[in-house]
């Protein structure tokens, strides 16, 4: 059974940064695509990044060469390297798995993955 579970959400100064980290004790993380999410208060849920199956790494724009993506197949986890986070950052991130692999797809939608982690809550003030 997946079961995701995030930790690492905080409030954060802007221009900080933050580290959120998504675990599965059903030892998948290593073999899966992960991706991360984001969802502010009144918008819909949004792609952040995504490390996949094979360890490539893809990024949303608004989120590109300040935010990191990746995994610790020792510890069965992934993490979300957050720098020079701004005060449009701030929303509750979702860890997601997507069980099948071997796809070079960019997946990228909510509806890309089948599992889901509970959010954390990710603020970041001016």
């Known amino acids: 059974q997946v079961q995701l579970v995030e930790s690492g959400g905080g409030l954060v100064q802007a221009g900080g940064s933050l580290r959120l980290s998504c675990a599965d004790s059903?030892?998948?993380?290593?073999?899966?695509?992960m991706g991360w999410f984001r969802q502010a208060p009144g918008k819909e849920r949004e792609f952040v990044a995504a490390?996949?199956?094979?360890?490539?790494?893809y990024y949303a724009d608004s989120v590109k060469g300040r935010f990191t993506c990746s995994r610790d197949n020792a510890k069965n986890m992934v993490s979300l390297q957050m720098n020079s986070l701004k005060p449009e950052d701030t929303a509750v991130y979702y860890c997601a798995l997507r069980a099948s692999y071997g796809s070079t797809k960019l997946r990228i939608t909510p509806g890309d993955y089948d599992y889901w982690g509970q959010g954390t809550q990710v603020t970041v003030s001016s």
């Open positions: 490390i996949r199956w094979d360890g490539s790494t």
């Open positions: 059903g030892r998948t993380v290593s073999r899966s695509t």
